[in-house]
């Protein structure tokens, strides 16, 4: 989710992104985002710098999504504003509410992000999830997954209430190769994400195994077991226009 896109080594082995920006990528004034300071900004890639900190952000399917909703929903889209929170390589039960986590922060920044976003006018329209590779890597994990997402998405509607929270969630489509476990359960996961579709309100799932996937090529290896390239990265941000739209374009 937080893209990486254009991410390859450079000639002394460290991960850098290659400054190249698609079409369906550049800058608009219509298509602000919430910077780290939590601050309205023009838009620009990498949407995630400076908030999947310690990693190397590339293109993602934010900005992509964005101009296929101006794009599709016309007059009625007005400004956009993205609000990115992911953090690569996490497991969902440190996104977890509860107290004991050592790494509660990013829940309750998340939420603190959602809150701020809507303090000059803005209105919260869904949630994209994109999220679980890691905990695939490992049976336990994977096999906690669906309690853990439940909880995530309840906890999340509890305390942006009175708001409307539709959440669409990419269902995954490959573990975390690079965390190098024998006892990986990616149907577990996957299987999952169709459960929490079942038992909750108002969440729409897409599967990420029907997108055009090709691999960025860093980490010495000639493809990435979890990541996207920019052309795949465009293609998912369109089809969660898309997706939103034809399920919520209405409310608009």
């Known amino acids: 989710m937080a893209g990486r896109g254009g991410v390859e080594n450079n000639t002394e082995g460290i991960l850098v992104w290659d400054g190249k920006v698609p079409l369906d990528c550049q800058s608009d004034p219509s298509i602000l ?15 995630h710098l400076g908030i999947d900190i310690g990693k190397t952000p590339g293109i993602g399917p934010g900005i992509a999504f964005a101009h296929e909703f101006i794009a599709k929903a016309g007059k009625k889209a007005g400004v956009v504003g993205l609000v990115p929170c992911a953090r690569g390589g996490t497991l969902i039960e440190q996104w977890s509410k509860n107290p004991s986590n050592t790494s509660a922060t990013f829940y309750q920044n998340f939420i603190e992000r959602i809150k701020t976003s809507e303090k ?7 949630l994209f999830w994109y999220q679980g590779e890691s905990d695939a890597a490992m049976s336990d994990t994977a096999h906690r997954y669906k309690d853990n997402l439940k909880k995530f998405i309840t906890d999340i509607r509890n305390d942006i209430k009175p708001r409307f929270l539709p959440v ?7 573990y975390d190769f690079f965390m190098k476990h024998d006892t990986h359960d990616l149907p577990a996961v996957r299987a999952a994400e169709d459960a929490v579709q079942k038992e909750l309100p108002d969440i729409i799932t897409i599967d990420s195994w029907e997108l055009p996937i090709n691999f960025t090529t860093y980490e010495g290896f000639s493809w990435d077991h979890g990541h996207f390239n ?13 997706t939103y739209l034809s399920h919520y374009g209405h409310l608009l």
Not at 36 to 45: L, S, T, V
Request: glycine share 8%.
């Open 33 to 47: 985002r919430l910077n780290p300071e939590r601050q309205w900004e023009i838009a620009h890639e990498p949407l």
């Open 120 to 126: 000059e006018g803005g209105v919260v329209r869904a």
């Open 168 to 174: 669409i969630i990419v269902k995954i489509s490959m």
């Open 230 to 242: 920019s052309a795949t990265e465009i293609a998912l941000g369109k089809w969660l226009a898309d």
